[in-house]
């Protein structure tokens, strides 16, 4: 029954900029201090007050405009959005209109199915956030509702696609890939569960070949990416229900139950003029010449894509390993810092993807705080290649450096771990083992040639896993084939 109709999706993104200070006032935007501590006349909407745009946001919302292949408006204009809320005490949010800063971008995603696609940005606007209404939430305000207004007049970028998805998946990959890129960009925290990342989601279905659109539902702030999944999918399953059924869809706000992970309707879905925009006649109009947004270019970080490419040129590792080893740009650069350092591309790969993000993981901490440096792990790589340690051995500086924040050549003087390389030193454990095992040598000379694994263990484990492994096997093979 789905397959008869097509979904449409488009979205509807709200990121919370890093900026230290809120969009129209010098307010801090610290996360989780005392309710009411960061507030002052301009966010607290006091009568008289003025705001005064924060010329970061600005810059911000220029360099994620240009990320996404958006044109920079040379004037730009704030309205008024006027609503009733208690947690929004001008009675009006300040946000953009009619001329919004940036328009007419683009994303290209991967899908599952198609190769490459684009979805196109309509538009990315800057405005303020409102505060924050909380009911009964602790034990001493259960029957009351109070307002906090730290939120309030935090810099926000709405960035708005074209309805240009046509499945769950291809909305995902979108917002995981816009994710990566104000993360990238350092504009936004990406944290969805502090909600510095959140997303609407307009939902509809037509049947294949109409050209118009269905009627759609917008599905309200969804705070994860499998909750954006699992909502999209119950709403286009919903809607084709209640078509086929001979009912009609109707242009509402639903809210996303992740406990049923079902939606239900909120409120019937206001119209723009609902708001009555005007022109905010508190700000000038924002003008941006060319040497602004060349300034901001010049500070435009090489973007996940780019990356990929790159370290798959330069450093000769495949598609997979960088889409790994990009997904953070952290992560990024510590791999990047290795490779600069030691130069193998695919062996630093390997340590970073495997030793390094298993650490981590482990601790549950981020990148920046490994107790390995890329000079440690360079380091250590270069006593493998020079045949100080094997790569066996190298686990366990590994592990060392990690503990104790040595780096590789005192830990391997310390515990004395450096390679055996001395070929009489070798030859003597092996003429020693061979005595042990007659009988293994015999089914060695008999054809059984496995068992000379056996005796590479049995080496290794003599030398304390210092024997220089090549070596062994040379000679093992040398003696038995005598
Ligand atoms: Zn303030």
């Known amino acids: ?254 809210l996303f139950d992740p406990d049923t992970g079902m939606t239900r309707s909120m409120r019937g879905k206001e119209e723009a003029h609902d708001y009555r925009y005007f022109p905010d006649p508190d700000l000038v109009p924002l003008v941006i010449k060319e040497d602004w947004i060349e300034r901001v270019r010049t500070r435009m970080p090489e973007l996940p894509e780019a990356k990929m490419e790159r370290f798959m040129r330069d450093y000769g590792i495949p598609a997979y390993d960088a889409e790994v080893l990009t997904a953070d740009r952290p992560l990024a650069e510590y791999y990047d810092a290795c490779v600069k350092l030691h130069g193998g591309g695919k062996i630093c790969a390997n340590w970073v993807m495997g030793e390094v993000t298993r650490g981590l993981n482990e601790q549950g901490i981020a990148i920046a705080d490994c107790p390995v440096t890329p000079e440690m792990l360079a380091g250590m790589l270069k006593r493998i290649d020079d045949n100080t340690i094997s790569g066996k051995i190298a686990k366990k500086v590994f592990d060392a450096m990690w503990s104790t924040g040595k780096d590789a050549d005192t830990i391997i003087e310390e515990q004395g771990l450096k390679q055996v390389t001395d070929t009489g030193a070798i030859e003597a454990m092996v003429d020693e083992i061979l005595a042990a095992n007659p009988d293994q040598v015999e089914e060695f000379r008999g054809g059984k040639e496995k068992v000379l694994g056996f005796f590479v263990g049995q080496v290794m484990k003599a030398s304390k896993g210092k024997a220089n492994p090549g070596m062994v096997n040379e000679l093992l093979r040398k003696k038995l084939q005598d």
């Open 1 to 254: 029954m789905i397959s008869k109709y097509e979904t449409v999706i488009g979205l509807e993104v709200h990121v919370q900029l890093t900026t230290d200070t809120k969009i129209f006032c010098g307010c801090s935007t610290r996360f989780g201090e005392a309710p009411n501590s960061q507030t002052c006349p301009v966010c607290l909407g006091l009568p008289g007050a003025l705001p005064v745009l924060n010329r970061k946001v600005v810059d911000f919302a220029i360099l994620t405009g240009l990320a996404t292949n958006c044109s920079i408006a040379p004037r730009s204009i704030f309205a008024r959005k006027n609503y009733f809320y208690p947690d929004l005490p001008k009675g009006y949010q300040i946000s953009q209109y009619e001329l919004p800063i940036c328009e007419h971008g683009r994303l290209d995603i991967e899908t599952e199915e198609g190769g490459p696609k684009s979805i196109g940005i309509t538009r990315i606007h800057m405005e303020e956030d409102a505060g924050k209404s909380m009911h009964g939430e602790t034990p001493e305000t259960v029957n009351s509702s109070l307002v906090d207004l730290n939120r309030a007049c935090t810099p926000l970028l709405e960035i708005v696609s074209e309805p240009d998805m046509r499945s769950a998946d291809e909305a995902i990959a979108y917002l995981k890939k816009l994710h990566q890129i104000v993360v990238y960009l350092g504009v936004c925290d990406g944290s969805m569960e502090q909600g510095s990342f959140r997303c609407d989601a307009n939902v509809s279905v037509r049947p294949h070949g109409q050209a118009r659109f269905g009627t759609r539902a917008e599905i309200k702030n969804i705070n994860s990416f499998r909750f954006i999944k699992q909502a999209i999918e119950y709403e286009v399953e919903r809607q084709v229900e209640l078509i086929e059924d001979g009912g009609h869809v109707v242009q509402e706000t639903r």
